[in-house]
């Protein structure tokens, strides 16, 4: 502590290569962030315009799809920058507020995948009273609790990042996690450590278990349908949902739920890469090849699109 000076800024060292190596991965990087963007914002035009769409369930699709463009946004464009210049610095207000929202909107991610499985749970095993429970209503209250619930629960941990010594400048990563920022403090950080494994640890897995509960019940329901026919319908409404939790605890379970988190940043960084990137752009792709309904609206919406277009020529 006695060599503590007040740190204004921090440098990334996530990707000490070469020059041509750094640009190829600036390609493929970029491509991949306007692919994320333009499918996420293809999922939320179907869904706020396309009639048939117009339900709960891909009401909370549309603001996952919302939430992955900002996920990535987070992450990406400095990423983008780094990868360009010799200076790969971040100040030390922007390191924070990265920080923050990165675990801000991870959080909502989780919980709004739970609401997701009690939705289809919902639909499934009370399809009488679909309506009834999950109307707009309960829809909305649902989404602003998810959002605003995680805004409240990251705040602590990130006011306690705010107010640590540091004592190096270089980061080991490609953005401000939680652990290479940890590693750079300079003090004894196990506490805060535990106090993170301990948020995360709630954050992923009740919601995991949450959402493990809403599918046995479907499962269960779904096996007593007698038609095989019935049965394939209701599991294809669930089958998108299900990849997509798969993918993303998964990922988010090795690299969080753990007592420490500082002695494996080479296999954060490729997990990283994994929920900042790749994650967001799988989303769209696995929902509009997976979902019918997805698909009948963007058959209708190129339908009308061809038939717009040629009756103009």
């Known amino acids: 502590v006695g060599n503590r000076s007040i740190v204004t800024e921090f440098t990334l060292n996530a990707f000490p290569v070469l020059l041509e190596i750094r640009i190829f991965l600036f390609v493929v990087l970029l491509l ?3 692919l994320t963007a333009t ?3 293809m999922i939320i035009s179907l869904i706020w315009t396309v009639s048939h769409l117009q339900t709960p369930m891909y009401f909370f699709l549309s603001n996952l799809s919302f939430l992955d463009i900002l996920y990535t946004t987070v992450v990406s464009p400095k990423l983008l920058a780094c990868l360009l210049r010799e200076e790969k610095t971040i100040s030390f207000a922007g390191c924070i507020t990265q920080t923050y929202f990165y675990f801000f909107l991870g959080t909502v991610e989780f919980i709004l995948l739970a609401i997701m499985s ?3 749970y919902v639909a499934i095993c009370n399809p009488l009273r679909y309506t009834l429970i999950m109307n707009s209503r309960v829809s909305l209250l649902l989404v602003l609790g998810c959002w ?3 805004c409240l629960s990251v705040m602590t941990p990130t006011i306690i990042v705010t107010r640590l010594p540091y004592c190096r400048k270089e980061i080991n990563h490609f953005f ?4 290479p920022l940890l590693q750079v403090a300079c003090i004894d950080t196990r506490p805060i450590e535990k106090i993170n494994f301990f948020l995360s640890a709630l954050v992923i897995l009740s919601s995991l278990a949450f959402t493990a509960g809403s599918y046995s019940y479907i499962i269960s329901t779904i096996l007593r349908i007698p038609s095989v026919q019935g049965r394939q319908k209701a599991f294809s409404t669930c089958a998108s949902h ?4 798969s993918i993303a605890y ?3 379970i090795f690299v969080y739920v753990r007592p420490s988190q500082k002695f494996s940043l080479d296999f954060d960084k490729v997990a990283a890469v994994l929920i900042t990137v790749v994650v967001p752009l799988l989303n ?8 019918e309904k997805v698909k009948e609206g963007l058959r209708e919406k190129m339908n009308r699109f061809v038939s717009l277009t040629l009756r103009k020529t």
């Open 284 to 291: 769209p792709f696995i929902y509009s090849l997976r979902n």
């Open 118 to 120: 009690f939705d289809r």
């Open 148 to 150: 605003g619930g995680a």
């Open 242 to 245: 299900i990849t997509l939790v």
């Open 176 to 179: 401000c996690d939680i652990a």
């Open 32 to 34: 991949t962030y306007t």
């Open 39 to 41: 499918g996420n914002i």
């Open 250 to 252: 998964g990922t988010n």
